[in-house]
């Protein structure tokens, strides 16, 4: 099941590509953040078209979501914002490792919510912070 299907997003192939840049979260993996060793997850909405930030227009929150390999959705964190905050959020992964996907969505006031996904290559999973023997003592597998 696609993740779009879970969260009934909007389905983007018919939006804009001005509207689609405003608002599908840009998601990226910070690998040993500010080095703690451990592995981050950075969500930003607007990077590539500035969203309006109005009290009328705004970026509400943003969740973050990891798949595993069995394709178990876990719920990661969620920041929410007002307007004048830009949205913009790290999110700390315990265990990195087991998820082969993270998917974000964020939420316009105006607009609804809109999902990205990125997938997680196997070397990453396995240099990450979940390690593959106890990855497997926890029932992931990897
Ligand atoms: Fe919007």
């Known amino acids: 099941?696609?993740?779009?299907?879970?969260?009934?997003?909007?389905?983007?192939?018919?939006?804009?590509?001005?509207?689609?840049?405003?608002?599908i979260p840009t998601i990226e993996v910070l690998r040993n953040y500010e080095g703690t060793g451990k592995e981050y997850i950075?969500?930003?909405?607007?990077?590539?078209?500035?969203?309006?930030?109005?009290?009328?227009?705004?970026?509400?929150?943003?969740?973050l979501y990891g798949r595993t390999k069995m394709m178990d959705?876990?719920?990661?964190?969620?920041?929410?914002?007002?307007?004048?905050?830009k949205p913009d959020a790290v999110f700390g992964v315990v265990y990195?490792?087991?998820?082969?996907?993270f998917c974000a969505i964020a939420y316009c006031n105006v607009h609804g919510p809109w999902e990205n996904c990125i997938e997680?290559?196997?070397?990453?999973?396995?240099?990450?912070g979940c390690r593959r023997e106890k990855c497997l003592q926890e029932g992931f597998g990897v």
């Open 120 to 128: 997680i290559r196997e070397e990453l999973r396995l240099t990450a």
């Open 42 to 63: 950075r969500v930003v909405v607007g990077e590539k078209a500035i969203h309006p930030n109005t009290p009328e227009h705004h970026i509400e929150y943003i969740e």
């Open 1 to 23: 099941m696609e993740f779009s299907e879970i969260i009934g997003s909007e389905d983007t192939n018919n939006v804009d590509d001005r509207s689609k840049g405003r608002h």
């Open 96 to 101: 990195f490792g087991k998820y082969r996907e």
């Open 73 to 85: 959705t876990v719920t990661i964190g969620r920041a929410t914002f007002g307007p004048g905050v």
